[in-house]
């Protein structure tokens, strides 16, 4: 409980001797002197004290009774008391508001440091997904180049392999035609020419023989060609599949771009209202910092003021025992 000080003023005419009846005349009571009489100052924690120092001054208890202004400024003096009490009862309610107020800004604070932290490893995770699916896709460009490259080489030999089967047509037609006209002379100069026909068959049996490997030839060309279109088929097919899995890739990469501009705008305006609570968070410490050293400021000068009205009070204390000494002997 903080003290409440207390004048008490006590005249006695004894202390100075008896006074001049013009002097008593001309000075109104109002306007005596300090040497007219005593100046009390006390500091009380209570009532009780401020008995004791009564007492302790031998002041009459029938006086203080019957004192016309004792019970009021007794009534007045208790009022004060409560008044200073629910004073210091509603600063220390104003601290500890302060101090939870403090510990809600720190907390937000640390919480918004951490989801700051959080959106920036999130960005930095998008970003390291964007750059693998870059790689991916100039992989998948690149292997598609070479797809082409060798679907036109394919291209190239199968054009090559149909020019010798259209040779090797030409060449069985030819031999056809010349067979057809030798057996057309042999029927006609058969008679006159048997030895002929005896070389011409052996001829016949030659070029059978020719054109059976020739024959040969051409079935093991049609067989290349066929596994050639098979294999140019199957290329086709591949080159279909890759052609499909670079459009889905394609898809995948404008999807996630797609998501890496949304979530910057996300980034954005969460670091826009991160950034306007931090600000009102701001000024927010900054009034109850401001409120914290006013009544910080506030204490100390009650602080000093009870140290000096501390001090009066033993010089008074003092001066009222040697005024004691002088009164009672």
Same mark, same amino acid.
């Given at each position: 409980m903080e003290s409440v000080g207390v004048k008490v003023w006590w005249f006695d005419r004894s202390i100075d001797g008896p006074m001049d009846r013009r002097k008593r005349r001309s000075r109104p009571s109002s306007h005596r002197r300090p040497s007219d009489g005593i100046k009390l100052e006390a500091h009380c924690e209570d009532l009780l004290a401020l008995v004791r120092i009564l007492v302790g001054l031998r002041i009459d208890r029938a006086i203080m009774a019957d004192s016309s202004g004792f019970q009021e400024r007794l009534q007045e003096l208790t009022d004060t008391l409560q008044h200073r009490k629910h004073l210091l009862e509603a600063e220390k309610q104003m601290q500890s508001i302060r101090q939870l107020a403090l510990q809600e800004a720190n907390a937000k604070l640390d919480q918004i440091q951490r989801l700051t932290h959080d959106m920036k490893n999130k960005a930095e995770d998008m970003s390291s997904t964007i750059g693998r699916l870059e790689t991916q896709r100039g992989a998948v460009h690149a292997r598609l180049d070479d797809i082409l490259h060798e679907t036109r080489l394919l291209a190239e030999q199968i054009i090559d392999l149909e020019q010798q089967k259209d040779s090797a047509s030409q060449f069985y037609e030819k031999n056809k035609e010349e067979m057809q006209t030798h057996q057309r002379r042999s029927q006609e100069h058969r008679s006159e020419l048997e030895l002929e026909i005896n070389k011409l068959e052996k001829q016949m049996e030659e070029l059978q023989r020719s054109s059976s490997e020739r024959k040969r030839q051409i079935s093991e060309i049609d067989a290349a060609i066929e596994a050639e279109e098979e294999k140019r088929q199957k290329m086709m097919s591949t080159k279909e599949e890759v052609i499909h899995e670079i459009a889905s890739n394609s898809k995948k990469v404008e999807k996630a771009e797609a998501a890496l501009e949304h979530a910057?705008?996300?980034?954005?305006?969460?670091?826009?209202?991160?950034?306007?609570?931090? %600000?009102?968070?701001?000024?927010?410490?900054?009034?109850?910092? %401001?409120?914290?050293?006013?009544?910080?400021?506030?204490?100390?000068? %009650?602080?000093?003021?009870r140290t000096q009205l501390q001090r009066d009070l033993e010089i008074l204390e003092n001066r009222v025992a040697e005024k004691s000494k002088v009164l009672y002997g």
């Open positions: 910057k705008g996300d980034i954005k305006r969460i670091e826009i209202q991160l950034t306007a609570d931090v %600000r009102a968070r701001t000024e927010q410490v900054t009034f109850l910092r %401001r409120e914290n050293e006013y009544w910080e400021d506030q204490v100390f000068q %009650r602080m000093r003021k």
